[in-house]
């Protein structure tokens, strides 16, 4: 990685923490889902960043991918609320998470995600195994008294993608590749008082495009080249395209676009027993020591 492609990633890292300044003091609950969403957003805006993906909020059992829908009447109420979100500037992206805790119960299990996370950053070094990351996660969650979620990971990042190669897992899964210098990864234990494990639940609000070169029809053809620019292959959120591109949503290319497969809704991951799910999110680049983003 050159010293140039440090510095931005650096500098995108600053919006992230500024914002979660801003977020410091913000009474999320039993606000509105949109209102919240928008609001971070204008944020990275602001700052001068692009989201790299729709804010996520995440309540309780509802481990990660739920964000605000078109026209969202749901408010923010539970037990404790996950906030994940990534900025991007030329595609150098930085993808972070916290929790907030309404139910002063729930502190421990918040900990608990953001201990696994501080020891997973004391261990990163160029070459580490990645089995070694998990392992130190899964124990620390543990030795706090819970599980991590085992179908959940961290990730690579690369310029304009989000999920790129390597996996970070949060137990160890005796994988031995090797995370090398240079790298960026975003490393996301998720602590959880059930089972451990996510499945999938209904739709999102998140989407993707898929692969669509077979599709011939022009105005379909049309509308998802202008999405895949105006997100630049990032993921997006269905309330996005209501407000972006008004007229192709009323003539009803959305509903069509998702049966032709070319445009995919992320489900939202819940946890299998219903437990409560705390996250801890940041992104690093791979040093001895590792530059912490956010
Ligand atoms: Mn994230
Ligand atoms: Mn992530």
């Not at 993608?161 to 995370?179: C, D, F, M, Q, V």
């Not at 999405?227 to 993921?235: A, S």
């Not at 009323?250 to 676009?257: A, D, S």
Request: glycine share 8%.
């Amino acid at each position: 990685m050159t010293d140039e492609e440090i510095e931005k990633y650096i500098n995108v890292g600053k919006i992230a923490k500024k914002i979660r300044d801003c977020l410091k003091e913000y009474n999320f609950f039993n606000k509105g889902y949109e209102e919240i969403c928008d609001y971070i957003e204008d944020l990275i805006l602001k700052f001068g960043g692009r989201p790299a993906f729709p804010v996520n909020l995440s309540v309780d059992h509802i481990a990660a991918h739920d964000t605000a829908l078109p026209n969202d009447g749901r408010k923010v109420d539970g037990k404790l609320l996950k906030v994940d979100f990534g900025i991007h500037i030329d595609g150098y992206i930085v993808d972070n998470a916290f929790t907030v805790v309404f139910d002063r119960e729930y502190h421990e299990l918040q900990r608990a995600s953001e201990d696994a996370l501080r020891a997973a950053i004391d261990i990163i070094k160029p070459d580490i195994e990645v089995w070694k990351i998990g392992d130190i996660i899964e124990n620390t969650i543990k030795d706090n008294g819970f599980f991590p979620i085992y179908n959940l990971s961290g990730h690579q990042i690369d310029r304009y993608k989000l999920h790129a190669g390597i996996s970070i897992p949060n137990y160890n899964n005796n994988e031995k590749t090797r995370i090398k210098e240079g790298m960026v990864i975003a490393i996301e234990p998720f602590a959880t008082d059930g089972k451990g494990f996510v499945r999938d639940n209904g739709d999102s609000g998140i989407m993707r495009l898929e692969k669509w070169k077979s599709i011939r029809l022009s105005s379909v053809r049309l509308f998802i080249s202008k999405i895949e620019k105006r997100y630049n292959g990032l993921p997006f959120a269905k309330r996005w395209l209501f407000k972006d591109f008004q007229k192709e949503v009323q003539r009803g290319l959305v509903n069509l676009c998702m049966s032709f497969g070319v445009l995919y809704a992320y489900p939202r991951l819940v946890e299998v027993a219903g437990g409560v799910v705390s996250q801890a999110e940041t992104t690093i680049i791979v040093y001895d020591p590792p530059i912490v983003l956010v």
